[in-house]
């Protein structure tokens, strides 16, 4: 089983309509973020939280909003989706000790008509 | 603000050539350095980090080195293979950036095709 398991992996949806993304990690790390990834723009931070009760905006938050509901889960957010916010997502953990290296998920694929 | 700078793609080469990928970066302080590896359908996986000048990380036949000097990482592996074949991403990690110390920060990617 993957480390760090997001679902779901591929999802179409609609414009406005509310989509939330999951993610659940078993290497008992600190620190879970979230990013998107787009062709030709690399991966920009969403959100992420150093532990439960702290969560930080990224780059590009606007328009989504998450939640670390344990240490294990963070969830990401579409209130209202919209095209633009087609894209690949990806979560993300790491050891609050280690010096950088971080844990990626497999991705979730959104798409927004 | 902390940046980093890679080659764009995308690059294609024969099987057994040398690869270089250039990346340079923009940091205040001394950042750690790395390179993250995502192959067709998969999420990104560390290939190799440096936390310190003249360091040299190393993986999988990929080597980089930590130059200060001229703020810089390349990655360079001497004899590609088809299962070379990914998406490549520099990244550095500044210590101390407010309350976001640690985070990564992401070049835009460079793709390689690799052909038998």
């Known amino acids: 089983d993957a480390d760090v398991t997001q679902t779901p992996r591929n999802r179409i949806t609609k414009t406005g309509k509310r989509i939330m993304l999951e993610c659940s990690q078993t290497?008992?790390?600190?620190?879970m973020y979230w990013y998107r990834q787009d062709p030709g723009l690399g991966l920009r931070l969403i959100y992420y939280s150093f532990d439960v009760k702290d969560i930080n905006k990224g780059e590009i938050s606007d328009g989504y909003s998450v939640s670390r509901q344990a240490q294990a889960k963070f969830s990401l957010s579409l209130e209202s989706a919209i095209p633009n916010q087609t894209a690949l997502y990806f979560c993300?953990?790491?050891?609050?000790?280690?010096?950088?290296?971080?844990?990626f998920g497999e991705g979730s694929r959104l798409t927004v008509l | 603000g902390n940046s980093v700078t890679q080659m764009e793609g995308p690059v294609t080469l024969s099987e057994e050539a040398f690869l270089t990928i250039n990346c340079t970066y923009t940091?205040?302080?001394?950042?750690?350095l790395f390179w993250y590896v995502q192959y067709p359908g998969e999420g990104l996986q560390l290939l190799l980090k440096?936390?310190?000048?003249?360091d040299k990380g190393s993986n999988k036949g990929f080597e980089a080195t930590y130059r200060k000097e001229t703020t810089s990482f390349h990655l360079e592996k001497g004899s590609v293979q088809v299962s070379d074949s990914a998406v490549y991403f520099c990244a550095l990690s500044a210590r101390y950036t407010g309350g976001s110390q640690g985070n990564l920060i992401f070049g835009k990617g460079t793709k390689l095709s690799v052909k038998p």
């Open positions: 940091a205040t302080g001394y950042p750690s």
């Open positions: 290497k008992g790390h600190d620190r």
């Open positions: 993300a953990t790491k050891d609050s000790a280690n010096t950088g290296e971080l844990f």
């Open positions: 440096a936390t310190k000048a003249d």
